[in-house]
T-cell receptor, first 116, second 114 residues
Framework: EPEVTQTPSHQVTQMGQEVILRCVPI?????FYWYRQILGQKVEFLVS????????KSEIFDDQFSVERPDGSNFTLKIRSTKLEDSAMYFC??????????????FGPGTRLTVT | QKEVEQNSGPLSVPEGAIASLNCTYS??????FFWYRQYSGKSPELIMS????GDKEDGRFTAQLNKASQYVSLLIRDSQPSDSATYLC??????????????FGTGTRLLVSP
């Protein structure tokens, strides 16, 4: 069964450093998303991406964040200068598109980001 | 008012019983409703989606939607210890579109005792 994959599973970084979180969405999906979940809190939307551009972004997704689809399979989230409060689980998700497609979102296993 | 509200629990049920999980939402424009299961330290796993008022059954799971009351629920029949997890309710404005974000509740923790 196709699944979303994410790397790395755990990333430790120092405050102020840049991190790139990587995702490989399900191969025939057209919509891609990043969510995050701070420990003990709810899952929060960050950004959605379609046709090589951002469709929607939340207030959390400020100038320190960017997304990119560098090739036909990868989808990345970059945080330019990490803060302590960026420590969270980051989930990539994807959903289908086109006629008869399901728009249900399927989540990857997540990357745990720890900023020290 | 929170956009999606769930009782945090824990909801404790004995093995074999029916577990009933509830969710209310504030945005009357919501059209798509989802239940995800999340084990501790893991990612959300889609269990059910529902778009129309009424019941939708899939195996031991039944989702119920009442848009007039802005209420969606999940029933788990013959609960098993492996069902012990946090159940997340999520809503979305659109139906046949991938653009809109999912808005999640905080989740209800379910404990099924053997």
């Amino acid at each position: 069964e196709p699944e979303v994959t994410q790397t790395p599973s755990h990333q430790v970084t120092q405050m102020g450093q840049e991190v790139i979180l990587r995702c490989v969405p399900i191969s025939n999906h057209l919509y891609f998303y990043w969510y995050r979940q701070i420990l003990g809190q709810k899952v929060e939307f960050l950004v959605s991406f379609y046709n090589n551009e951002i469709s929607e972004k939340s207030e959390i997704f400020d100038d320190q964040f960017s997304v990119e689809r560098p090739d036909g399979s990868n989808f990345t989230l970059k945080i330019r200068s990490t803060k302590l409060e960026d420590s969270a689980m980051y989930f990539c998700a994807s959903s289908g598109g086109g006629r008869g497609a399901s728009y249900e979102q399927y989540f990857g296993p997540g990357t745990r980001l720890t900023v020290t | 008012q929170k956009e999606v509200e769930q009782n945090s629990g824990p909801l404790s049920v004995p093995e074999g019983a029916i577990a009933s999980l509830n969710c209310t939402y504030s945005d009357r424009g919501s059209q798509s409703f989802f239940w995800y299961r999340q084990y501790s330290g893991k990612s959300p796993e889609l269990i059910m989606s529902i778009y129309s008022n009424g019941d939708k059954e899939d195996g031991r799971f039944t989702a119920q939607l009442n848009k007039a009351s802005q209420y969606v629920s999940l029933l788990i029949r013959d609960s098993q210890p492996s069902d012990s997890a946090t159940y997340l309710c999520a809503v979305k404005r659109g139906v046949n579109t991938g653009f809109q974000k999912l808005v999640f509740g905080t989740g209800t923790r379910l404990l099924v005792s053997p």
